[in-house]
Each structure stands twice: as C-alpha cells, then as structure tokens.
C-alpha cells in the first residue's frame, strides 16, 4: 500500500481542470482556519472545482449547497485529491483516512512546525491553481497495515505504531516474530515499528536510522532497551511482524501514528 502526496512540478496543462472534486479536511482548532477555509472554498467554487468534506466540518463553516457534505469515511472516494490543512497531526488523521485509497494528499501548514505540510499559507493560492493544473507531481510514501489478534479491525500507518509500557514503571517483556518465525526477545519499555516517513518521528529520537521516504522498508526500534547490544533493526517492507506480549500485571499501551490510543493486555 501506498500514501501519495501531492508536490509542485511534473505534469503540466494550460488550463485548469474543472469539475475537479477536491477533498478537504481541516484542524478546526487552529486559530487561523476558519478566516481561511471559507475564502478558499468560495475560490474554488468559483473556478468549477466541486469542494467534498465531512459534515462537522460543512457544519463548522457554514457551507451551502454548493460544497458537497458527505460521511468522512467516503471522503477519499468523493476526491480526486485531498487538501489537508493544519498541522502534521491532521496530515496523519487523513492519510490513515485514505488507507488503502491511494487518493492524492497534499498538506497545508497553518502554523507550527510541519515536516508533512509542504505548502504555506502565503502559498496557497498559487499552489492550489497548479494543482488545478495537473503541474504536480506524486510521491509515493509506504503505509503499514495494523491488525490485533482476534479483530477485524484495520489501523493503515503512515509514521509508527508503538507498542509500550503505558502508565506501568515496569520493562515488558516482547517477542518479535518476521514471518512467523522468531526474531528476538526485548526487555524494554517498547518498541516502535516506523516507516521511513517516520523514521525522523519517534524512532530518530530513540535513536533509530533516518531512512530516505522513497525506500521501502520497516524499523524495529525498541524503546531503552535493558541491553548492551541491542539496537534498531531495518527489515524489507513485505516483512510480517508479530509482537507479542509475555503476562503483564498491568495494561500496555498501543498508540497508531500517536493519535489512536489501545489499552491492551
């Protein structure tokens, strides 16, 4: 599977596309989205483009008819691209929202530091008439797949799944398992299984690689480890991981891209 961003510079066309279904979601906790969603929305509208969003979100600016609301969940098969605007905590919320659609995202930072937001506000006009355009071009980005044993349930990752100690002030005991065969036993307080997207996240804080986004591998980085010679480990992409925890006293923590929290035992 794959995340796609969208990025200033490879097909071009002279005119702009219209009846282009553009995508939207938005932080509506930043300070500055409101004032410039609805003008942006409007200037869209106004070029032909069919703007889609959640209803929260229709309901937060007070759209009419002519911006389309629909259920989040169908927003990445309402798009043609996805227009993400706040901060790299939204980018994630919509790249795990589009999963295995592989829609076009393309991130725009309404402030803070944003290593995923590509486009600034001062930009986004400009940049939003190139994409109209087609002058763009598509950057591939890994995603993982996420399942816990004994559910159907599906979590797509664009930077890290963690799985540690959680409120305990204990080590836990882990056994890593690559395609079903066993790989190490870590005594630690976690471990982070990263993409290269988010290799400059948790992982390189916790002392892993930095890895190119366009290569395709996972990280296994275990979290302080009680060790000498233990250290991170780079494995293919097609890898199958199976973490399992030895009987804990108390509850371990899974945390999805950090936004989605587990408690788990």
């Given at each position: ?54 209803a929260s979100l229709h ?110 002030p204990r080590v836990i ?6 395609n079903e065969v066993f ?83």
């Amino acid at each position: 599977m794959v995340f796609k961003a969208a990025c200033g510079g490879l097909e071009s066309s002279s005119q702009e596309e219209t009846g282009m279904h553009v995508g939207i979601v938005a932080n509506t906790r930043k300070e500055k989205v409101r004032e410039t969603l609805k003008p942006f929305v409007s200037r869209l509208t106004e070029k032909g483009v069919q703007c889609v969003m959640g209803a929260s979100l229709h309901a937060f600016l007070e759209c009419g008819e002519e911006v389309l609301s629909v259920d989040l969940g169908k927003l990445p098969l309402k798009s043609d691209i996805i227009i993400s605007l706040g901060g790299d905590g939204t980018m994630l919320s919509a790249a795990r929202l589009i999963g295995a659609e592989e829609t076009p995202l393309v991130g725009v930072n309404l402030g803070g530091l944003g290593f995923l937001t590509e486009i600034t506000l001062d930009d986004l006009y400009e940049k939003a008439d190139r994409i109209l355009r087609k002058e763009y071009q598509i950057a591939s980005r890994m995603i993982l797949d996420v399942r816990l044993s004994g559910s159907d349930t599906v979590y797509h990752v664009l930077n890290d799944v963690v799985l540690d100690r959680g409120k305990s002030p204990r080590v836990i005991h882990l056994d890593v398992h690559i395609n079903e065969v066993f790989f190490n036993t870590y005594v630690a307080d976690g471990i982070i299984v990263a993409t290269p997207t988010g290799s400059t996240a948790y992982s390189l804080a916790a002392g892993g690689p930095i890895i190119m986004p366009d290569l395709e591998c996972i990280i296994l980085n275990p979290i302080c480890p009680h060790a000498l010679t233990v250290r991170p480990t780079v494995i293919p992409a097609d890898s199958r991981i199976g973490l399992v925890i030895r009987a804990t006293e108390e509850p371990v923590q899974l945390s999805v891209d950090g936004q989605e929290n587990l408690s788990l035992r």
